[in-house]
Each structure stands twice: as C-alpha cells, then as structure tokens.
C-alpha cells in the first residue's frame, strides 16, 4: 500500500522538518519531495504535515505515520538483506555525540546488530567536538554529533532548537550573573551559551563543568544552574526556562552523520547503519 521510496521522502522531511533539507539530504528535487509527499497523503488520505510562512509541522497522522513508516521500511531492508544473500563484514567505529545517552540510540544500535551480526561494532561516546576531531584523524568511520546550521558536511539527520533548561523549581535573579551548567571545550551548546550571553550583554558564570551528560543532569537538577541543551531531548526532571527570564535565544542546531574517508573496508557497514539512523531518527529523540 506505501511506497518505500515516499516513507523514506516523508522520513527525511519529519526529521529536518524543512522539504528543501529533506531534498538536499535525498539528492532529489525540491518538487520531487513535495510530489513524494502528495502521493503518501493520497494514499493514506490524511494529511501529515501543514505548512506555512513559518515552517513545517507534523500532524497528529503524520506523527502516527512515523512509526509505521520506520516498521515498514526496516521489514523491506531486512527482506531485501534475506533474498540479497550478502552479509556485511569487518569493523565499524562509530561515535556518537553525548546527547544520546538517554535516548534510543541503544535500540537503533540493537536493530543494526540483530540484521548485521557479523560486523564487529565498536562504539565511542564523546563530545560532538571531539568526535569531529576523531573522525578527521582517522580514528571514527562514522559520527552522529551536532554541527552548527549553517554547515554543510555531512548528512543532516535532523534540526532541532538550542533552549535553556533548569529545575522547575528554579528561579534566575536578573540583578545577578546567570549561573551556567556546561560541557568542557570544545562542546557546541557550551559555546552557543556563551556567545549568546555575550551577545546579549547579560553577565554569567561557570557553576559546573562536566564531560559526562549526567553529570551536568545531576546539577542542573540540583538547581545549581542553567544548561543549553536540545529541546527535543530535555532529559526527564528538566523543564524549558520560560522566556519570562530574559535569557536570550541560542538559536538551532543540526544533529548529522559524518562519514570517514581512510578506512575502506567499513564503508559498507557505515552506509549501512547511517541508513538505520536516518531510519530511525525521530526515535532518537526524548518523548
């Protein structure tokens, strides 16, 4: 009944949340995505997304369209893998950003490994700067970490926005420096956080400094402070500061897939689980 190449289109559009990216990302045509689309809304006679000056949004049937699209198009890859006859061999590096410690990284993960049982996945978990600094070394095959908007390298696996994030019961006094939560250098948030207070005139200071995600969680909840973080991936006992603040806008971020260029027998195993992410991307996400 559903076309896989219009899942995959209508995927790379709810991930990216912009057709032009979701064409960029597909190496199609902007028209051709937007006739992608059309065809999956006539075929399961709901519209997925509204669309307007402002951007794209998914509708509630499209939001209930992702998970039948990722069954569906994981089933065909598995079949296709079953009557292929090929079985992908060797060793994979893959690093992942930290933000991905409380999502569901780990399922997309377990689906790679249950279709690809003889790739010998090696996984590092580190800061989105330091994973890029691994990859140009030749140390990674594959990277899933943030990058600022407006780069270009890489596949765009979604959009998201930088927010600030604290306690509930946290409140900022506006006479004194806002208390900042934060990764160490070379993180992307850590900088964004800066910049923007910088920009904004309004004074700071460091009260934690932390490598490891929950870390920073374990502060932020502790209400010591404010941390710049996704707000599709607000870690559980958090909640988004209320502009009522006055803390000023960090702008968005780009989470994409980077690929390494020195190790060429573990190409085929990073094509192979970049699909899977790009597949799987929205799960990511925290609900």
């Known amino acids: 009944m559903f076309e896989p190449v219009q899942l995959r289109t209508f995927l790379a559009v709810a991930q990216t949340l912009s057709f032009t990216q979701a064409a960029h990302r597909l190496g199609l045509r902007q028209s051709t995505v937007s006739q992608h689309v059309r065809k999956l809304e006539t075929t399961a006679g709901r519209r997925l997304f509204t669309r307007d000056t402002h951007g794209v949004e998914l509708t509630e049937d499209g939001e209930a369209m992702l998970g039948f699209a990722r069954t569906i198009l994981a089933a065909n890859e598995r079949a296709t893998s079953f009557f292929a006859g090929t079985r992908l061999r ?29 790739v010998d996945l090696e996984l590092t978990v580190e800061l989105s700067g330091t994973l890029h600094e691994l990859l140009a070394a030749g140390r990674l095959d594959l990277v899933l970490a ?7 390298h890489g596949r765009l696996v979604w959009r998201d926005r930088l927010v600030w994030v604290g306690a509930e019961r946290l409140r900022l006094d506006p006479q004194r420096p806002v208390p900042l939560v934060v990764f160490p250098p070379p993180a ?6 800066l910049e923007a207070l910088e920009h904004a005139g309004r004074e700071w200071r460091i009260v934690c400094t932390s490598g490891s995600l929950n870390g920073l969680i374990a ?8 941390m710049a973080h996704t707000r599709g ?23 994409a897939l980077l690929h390494g260029e020195r190790d060429r027998a573990a190409r085929g195993p990073a094509e192979a689980l970049a699909d899977a992410v790009l597949a799987g991307g929205v799960r990511l996400q925290l609900p």
Request: proline content about 10%; hydrophobic content about 40%.
């Open 90 to 118: 060797g060793r994979l590096r893959f690093g992942a950003s930290e933000d991905f410690v409380l999502t569901r990284l780990p399922e997309v993960l377990e689906g790679f490994r249950r279709d690809h049982p003889e």
């Open 146 to 152: 943030k990058r600022r908007p407006e780069a270009s």
């Open 188 to 193: 992307l948030t850590r900088a964004r956080a």
């Open 219 to 226: 502060a932020t909840r502790a209400s010591l402070g404010v």
């Open 233 to 255: 991936m607000i870690p559980p006992g958090l909640v988004q500061i209320s502009p009522r603040a006055g803390l000023p806008e960090l702008g968005d971020v780009d989470f």
